[in-house]
């Protein structure tokens, strides 16, 4: 922000006076200096400088030692009207070497906050946070939620698998619609209301909706759904108290044979229809693969 200062010029031989008006872009205790070195330059006595400064800056002008000060200093032949650099320490936290320590200890342990790694490098937490964030360009964030972390095997299995089954569709057009997925899940006698479904419309003086706490439905059922690329296939609901083990699956997947050949005969007939489900332990077991072999069904 430009600030005006006013000086008052009197000169030595009229009682004249001469207003000369400054603009600077610059802090007010440099635009006092540049004051000082136009009252010198024009002749001024350090006295009658001072006290110029005092009826232009009233109480935030510059005290008399350090107007004398600065006068003295252009005497000496000083043009600049900048501050001299300090000659304290120089910081060392902020160092090459200690940005290095910073950054293999964040590697190795990425959890640890900015008062811990500031104690370990024995700097203070402002050096640390600037070292993170404006040197090492980090942020701290969330943990990002996945259904399963895998490992790198476990990666490069999934991906072989998918390119082959994305190969094998294209190869096939009828590959996707050959395929029977099932899976099992729990239905509730009710579900709670969203945020979104309880909204609606009031006025400007109308007052906020209530609806008071909801909990999930105690009364629940196991689904057993089996679906391809047209409808429902097979479903069923398992018995109260009744777990998901190999014996019950064998029996599910023969009502599904039987849903296969009554709803899907063309699929019946010609017998390419593809399994699919999850690995789940009862689906997975000896006796599930004896059924679905000695019956020819293909897995995918």
């Not at 635009?31 to 009233?58: D, H, N, S, V, W």
């Not at 070497?97 to 200890?105: D, H, P």
């Not at 190999?246 to 029996?251: G, P």
């Not at 332990?281 to 004896?290: F, N, W």
Request: aromatic share 8%.
């Amino acid at each position: 922000m430009a600030a005006f200062v006013q000086l008052a010029v009197i000169g030595r031989r009229s009682n004249t006076c001469v207003y000369v008006t400054a603009i600077f872009t610059m802090c007010e205790s440099t635009e006092q200096r540049i004051c000082i070195k136009f009252c010198f330059k024009i002749g001024k006595p350090t006295k009658e400088t001072y006290q110029l400064l005092q009826q232009a800056y009233g109480e935030n002008a510059m005290g008399r030692t350090q107007v004398f000060d600065w006068f003295r200093r252009f005497k000496e032949g000083r043009t600049s009207v900048e501050s001299d650099p300090c000659s304290g320490r120089q910081s060392t936290s902020r160092n090459e070497e200690i940005t290095a320590k910073v950054r293999k200890i964040f590697r190795n342990n990425r959890r640890l906050t900015v008062r811990e790694t500031a104690d370990d490098c024995r700097i203070s937490v402002g050096s640390c946070d600037a070292i993170l964030t404006e040197d090492l360009h980090m942020k701290r964030v969330c943990t990002k939620f996945v259904p399963r972390l895998l490992t790198d095997d476990q990666r490069e299995q999934r991906q072989t698998i998918a390119r082959d089954l994305f190969e094998r569709s294209c190869e096939d057009v009828q590959f996707l619609k050959n395929i029977v997925t099932g899976d099992e899940s729990w239905v509730y006698g009710y579900d709670q209301e969203t945020n979104q479904q309880s909204s609606q419309w009031k006025g400007p003086t109308s007052p906020r909706p209530k609806k008071g706490r909801q909990v999930r439905s105690k009364t629940k059922v196991m689904l057993l759904a089996f679906f391809d690329s047209e409808a429902i296939v097979h479903h069923e609901h398992a018995p109260d108290g009744q777990t998901i083990n190999k014996e019950f699956y064998v029996e599910v997947l023969r009502r599904l044979r039987e849903s296969v050949r009554r709803k899907r005969r063309e699929k019946w007939r010609d017998g390419d229809w593809i399994l699919h489900h999850d690995n789940a332990p009862a689906y997975t077991s000896h006796l599930v693969h004896q059924f679905l072999a000695k019956h020819g069904t293909t897995q995918l």
